[in-house]
């Protein structure tokens, strides 16, 4: 379809000067069941009022170009003529009304069916929106198995999922529009959403509700993958870091539990347990860093560690003095963080 069409380029073009990472970001290519219904209303919407505006143009164009029959002077607004056009306008506006109702039942209809799609034992995930990341858990009532990532949502494919979701600071909004509306995120009040995502994939979202100064840089990926794959990152996820082996790496953890990482950032299995910012302890799976803002690569990565103000301006992260030395022994330490 062209819309499909028009949305892939725009995608590939955006993505071809940003993250280089194959993912989808469009309304009118749904890849779940809730974004497939609110497709359908969007289709519904667009005809209804395509052809309404045709259909407006073309008698304002009319009665704009014709001619004048009757010279002012002769007016009589009995004539026949005029009745005839009485009616006209009776029913369009009778038309017009109808086509209103007609929308807003179908809407009605649309959201209901969404929001009752709440099938039994659905995967739990539980997002956190930050000014400007997005921490994921998923919960175990073992408090060991609980993994907690940032950024990168996976999800099994034709599985049903609730995600709890709330907000640590200003509220912001869930959106990935291949696989569900918008869903705002309240601090201090939990809202559930369900979604499914019926294909192989990686989708991207955004956040949806202006959160301040970095609110374009705050995007996620959701990755829709087979349930083994999925069921293979979860067991990964839920391991704690291991001690680096060779002599660069464990000269990188010592600078890293040394300095002031360890005051806002986890890495389970060492003495770092903070979550002001993301959970590094599988920093390296991650096929981005800082919400979808740079890819994952040790080039980015350096980068992002000396100054992240110069990459993301205004964000939480404040800019780290260090020798070249300490920081590739840093990153070698990070890269191992699997
Ligand atoms: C004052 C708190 C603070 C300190 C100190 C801090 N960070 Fe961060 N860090 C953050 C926040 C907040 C983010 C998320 C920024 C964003 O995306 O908006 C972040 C993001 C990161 C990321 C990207 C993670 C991801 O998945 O996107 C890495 C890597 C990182 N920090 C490493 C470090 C290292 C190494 C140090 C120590 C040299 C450090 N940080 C010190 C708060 C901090
Ligand atoms: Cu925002």
Redesign the pocket.
């Known amino acids: 379809m062209k819309g499909r069409f028009i949305s892939a380029c725009g995608v590939s073009v955006f993505l071809a000067g940003c993250s280089g990472l194959q993912s989808s970001q469009s309304v009118v290519n749904p890849e779940g069941l809730q974004a497939a219904r609110i497709d359908h209303l969007f289709w519904l919407m667009f005809w209804v009022c395509t052809i309404a505006f045709v259909i407006t143009i073309a008698a304002l164009s009319r009665a704009v170009l014709r001619k004048r029959e009757t010279p002012v002077e002769n007016f009589r607004p009995v004539d026949r003529a005029e009745a005839t056009k009485t009616r006209v306008v009776a029913v369009a506006i009778a038309i017009t009304v109808l086509s209103l109702f007609g929308l807003l039942v179908s809407s009605i209809l649309t959201g209901k069916a969404i929001a009752s799609l709440h099938p039994q034992n659905p995967l739990t995930i539980e997002v956190v929106g930050?000014?400007?990341?997005w921490e994921i858990r998923y919960p175990n009532s073992d408090a060991s198995k609980t993994v907690i990532t940032?950024?990168e949502i996976h999800v099994p494919v034709g599985t049903p999922v609730v995600m709890n979701s709330t907000s640590r600071d200003v509220i912001h909004s869930f959106w990935a529009p291949n696989i569900h509306g918008k869903r705002d995120l309240i601090p201090g009040y939990q809202t559930a959403l369900w979604f499914q995502a019926d294909k192989e994939g990686t989708y991207r979202g955004q956040c949806a509700e202006f959160c301040g100064h970095?609110h374009a840089?705050m995007a996620f990926f959701l990755v829709a993958e087979t349930p083994e794959k999925f069921n293979a990152w979860l067991q990964q996820q839920r391991t704690s870091a291991k001690d680096p082996q060779d002599a660069a790496a464990q000269k990188g953890q010592q600078f890293?539990l040394s300095?002031?990482?360890v005051?806002?950032?986890t890495v389970r299995g060492t003495i770092a347990g903070s979550n002001?910012?993301?959970d590094?302890t599988h920093?390296a799976s991650?096929q981005?860093?800082?919400?979808g803002?740079l890819p994952n690569n040790p080039g980015n990565?350096g980068g992002?560690?000396i100054n992240?103000q110069s990459i993301?301006p205004g964000?939480?992260?404040?800019p780290?003095q260090m020798n070249s030395d300490d920081l590739q022994s840093?990153l070698t330490y990070?890269e191992t963080l699997k």
């Open positions: 930050h000014q400007w990341w940032a950024n970095q840089h890293f300095h002031t990482c005051m806002c950032h002001v910012g993301p590094l920093l991650r981005t860093i800082a919400a803002t990565l992002w560690i992240s993301k964000n939480r992260m404040p780290n840093l990070l």
